[in-house]
């Protein structure tokens, strides 16, 4: 178990350099420069050459990417914004927890909406709390989570006024921000755990389990549900990532300061330290999480643990 931990952690590794290569090259061939950026429609060209050799910008690629890497492996510092003259480190800081926090809450309410309703819809498939559930997950899927922001904040913030309309003031302005995210994704939940529940439910030890008079309470919610939460973890971990990353809209419509936003701003204003520091950590959180998902299989499923053990014995 630990050899297969350590080589997970290793594999982040050259996934991170990879992301990084290609974040950075997308920056360097898309048009413009950061001194054009900085300086406007009205700098003139020798004040652009001027900042853009300060940058370093107008050196060789492999050159500036060898000097970004070097800078931030060994020296753990990941430069400091073009525009705001502020380290990336303190930008991220200041940001990351408030994706974070808008990211875990949005998933709570996708995890408890969705995942109990999908599996009261398998158990009580083709009835009327198989068919509402349904319509109304695809209803909240097809919906477009701006749009949805927009709606509740046009009747829990200005017609009732329980919410405020922008800002993470207190708790209260995560609930309107959390409620736009989880709703589309508690209906993908929904759909995931139904499928998931009707193909675990007729195999042939819950038949059995059935056959020698075992409650239906228990027969679904400790050994159909358990068999079935594999690929619900395996989309919690990936919608985790896509929250935390792709929450940009939400968090422009209200007013977040969080790390989505960071990373468009920065592209917009080729602000290249920014966004690949944005960019390298979301993407090792997103490798931490897949790996949390992977460790969660081997204490749901005894037979992936049983399957690490083996690799340990027999390196031993």
Not at 190 to 213: H, N, P, V, W
Not at 297 to 305: E, M, Q
């Amino acid at each position: 178990m630990w050899r297969y931990l350590f080589r997970r952690c290793l594999l982040i590794i050259p996934i991170t350099l990879g992301v990084s290569f290609i974040v950075f090259s997308i920056m360097a061939i898309t048009p413009g420069d950061p001194a054009t950026m900085i300086l406007g429609i009205g700098g003139t060209q020798e004040d652009i050459d001027r900042i853009n050799q300060e940058l370093g910008y107008d050196r060789p690629f492999l050159v500036r990417y060898g000097d970004y890497l070097y800078k931030a492996v060994v020296k753990h510092d990941l430069g400091t914004s073009y525009q705001f003259k502020t380290t990336v480190w303190s930008n991220i800081k200041q940001r990351l927890p408030v994706s974070v926090k808008v990211t875990t809450f949005s998933l709570l309410i996708a995890s408890m909406v969705g995942v109990p309703i999908g599996v009261l819809s398998a158990v009580k498939q083709y009835s009327l709390f198989d068919t509402f559930p349904t319509v109304l997950a695809l209803f909240f899927a097809a919906i477009p989570t701006f749009w949805l922001g927009m709606m509740l904040m046009l009747v829990l913030s200005l017609k009732i006024p329980i919410f405020p309309a922008t800002g993470i003031a207190s708790w209260k302005g995560y609930v309107l921000p959390s409620l736009s995210l989880g709703l589309p994704f508690a209906a993908q939940q929904l759909r995931f755990a139904r499928s998931s529940m009707l193909e675990t439910i007729r195999q042939d030890y819950i038949r059995t389990a059935k056959a020698k008079g075992a409650p239906e309470n228990i027969i679904i919610w400790k050994h159909a549900l358990k068999n079935a939460l594999m690929p619900i973890i395996t989309i919690i971990g990936i919608n985790f990532g896509l929250i935390l990353g792709g929450a940009v809209a939400t968090e422009t419509l209200f007013s977040i300061p969080g790390l989505g936003s960071m990373v468009v701003t920065g592209i917009k204003m080729k602000d290249i330290p920014m966004v690949m520091g944005g960019i390298i950590v979301l993407s090792i959180i997103c490798s931490l999480i897949m790996l949390i998902v992977d460790l969660l299989y081997a204490l749901i499923d005894p037979r992936i643990k049983a399957k690490y053990s083996r690799g340990r014995r027999a390196a031993i």
